[in-house]
Nanobody
């Protein structure tokens, strides 16, 4: 069992920055992936970025060069630094934890969600 607690959402003007944090606790595996999804009203939940326990990262094209994902392994915490924010980044952001390469496919954990609103 893994629990994820998010923080850092809020309201910001276009061009501004926000930093999201997600702290994991419980039965943390040495091999895992942590990432961020987002869901705008009327849209599906889409992957934004992820980082593996080995440090490999991946970003959706729309945030490349603006967002940076990182993690503190000692604290089991993942961060999403969001710079040059655009109104189209407005969404509820969800932290997630899962296992790579199809391991334990039924075991995916989610944070509670954080609202990020970018005004123009």
């Amino acid at each position: 069992q893994v629990q994820l607690v998010e923080s850092g959402g809020g309201l910001v003007q276009a061009g501004g920055s926000l930093r999201l944090s997600c702290a994991a606790s419980g039965s943390i595996s040495s091999i895992n992936v942590m990432g961020w999804y987002r869901q705008a009203p009327g849209k599906q939940r889409d992957l934004v970025a992820y980082i593996s326990s080995g440090g490999s990262t991946k970003y959706v094209d729309s945030v490349k060069g603006r967002f940076t994902i990182s993690r503190d392994y000692a604290k089991n915490t993942v961060y999403l630094q969001m710079d040059s924010l655009k109104p189209e980044d407005t969404a509820v952001y969800y932290c997630s934890y899962w296992y790579p390469d199809g391991r334990y496919p039924d075991r995916r954990y989610w944070g509670q969600g954080n609202q990020v609103t970018v005004s123009s």
